[in-house]
């Protein structure tokens, strides 16, 4: 998948769990060793632009949710 299919995802997912809520996806990391962020003060999720794109397509909406989750509960 290219960043901008998983962009895509990720924005549907929150737009789908989140609704108008205040989150929104931040800018990419260049992390290799976390795939997916959540940050609670800036309400921002941040994914990985090195780490997703060799995901298969189960993961990328299995991490997105997951990070969505964090957004819902924190």
Known sequence: MNLRQIDRIARQHMHDWLGKSVW?????MRS?????QTN???????LSKVLFPIQP???V??????????ALVG
């Open 24 to 28: 929104t996806l931040g800018p990419w």
């Open 32 to 36: 290799v060793y976390v795939i997916g």
């Open 40 to 46: 609670y003060l800036h309400k921002t999720i941040t």
């Open 57 to 59: 397509e189960w993961i």
């Open 61 to 70: 909406h299995d991490t997105v949710l997951h990070e969505v989750a964090h």
